[in-house]
């Protein structure tokens, strides 16, 4: 099967200093691969770089089966992928929320009535069909995400790139949050360091450490309460990593 995403040897420095080191991964059909890692690891970076906003030096991103190595490339399928930022207040950019939803759908050629179809739909779906006609800075933490994970919706992308899903969500719409990407029928990628919600939603991890990729196994440690925490299958304690740390 081939990947709807995937990296060969990642390298990507900044100021001359390596943030990625040979990173390879590949991302299939409904899968759900979280990245994790301490902060500065990388994992942004990663992210930006699966869809051109930065540049490795060497290696290859290829996408849906075409290797990408000019902003060209990127820009004709970057309409297939959703990228959550880890600011919602980076993504939100609209007076409004329906306004903000429907522009996705607006800048890749729809008309209005169906770039405003998609977004009142994409609302609906999260449950935040009341917020239309809200200011989009005048929303809480949790319904900025909400109406930023709506505006990805509202492009029907075949994969999702998440940057800290959770930062800055309550518990009610954190629930919302993870259920519609539950149901999302495409491919996640996400990168958390909430323990607990790469435990529920991903299939499978990978490690970014000291700018390298591994795998990493998905598990549970009992101590007062049920924790999560991901660490590196090589099983080098030297190496564990907690994301909540």
């Known amino acids: 099967m081939t990947a709807l995403l995937s990296l060969g040897d990642l390298t990507v420095s900044r100021n001359g200093v390596p943030v990625l080191r040979k990173a390879s991964l590949a991302l299939h059909q409904g899968e759900r691969l979280a990245i994790v890692g301490p902060n500065g690891a990388g994992k942004t970076t990663l992210l930006r770089t699966i869809v051109g906003l930065e540049r490795a030096e060497a290696g290859t991103v290829c996408l849906f089966g075409d290797v990408c190595s000019e902003e060209k ?10 990228f959550l930022f880890q600011e919602s207040d980076d993504q939100l950019f609209s007076p409004t929320v329906i306004e903000d939803v429907a522009f996705g759908p607006l800048n890749i050629g729809c008309s209005e009535d169906e770039a405003r179809s998609r977004a009142t739909e994409a609302l609906a779906k999260l ?10 800075h005048r929303l809480s933490g949790g319904e900025k995400r909400l109406a930023c994970l709506a505006g990805l919706f509202a492009m029907r992308p075949d994969v999702l790139l998440l940057d800290e899903p959770t930062n800055g ?77």
């Open 73 to 82: 490339h990127f820009r004709a399928l970057r309409p297939r992928i959703g």
């Open 127 to 136: 449950g935040i069909a009341h917020l239309a006609d809200r200011f989009s």
């Open 169 to 245: 969500v309550d518990a009610v719409n954190g629930r919302t949050l993870f259920c519609a990407l539950r149901d999302f029928e495409g491919a996640i990628l996400l990168v958390s360091h909430d323990s607990a919600f790469v435990a529920e939603l991903a299939s499978r991890a990978m490690l970014l450490e000291d700018g390298r990729l591994q795998d990493a196994e998905i598990h549970s440690h009992a101590h007062v309460h049920t924790h999560a925490h991901v660490h590196a299958r090589n099983g080098d304690v030297s190496k564990r990593s907690d994301p909540d740390t």
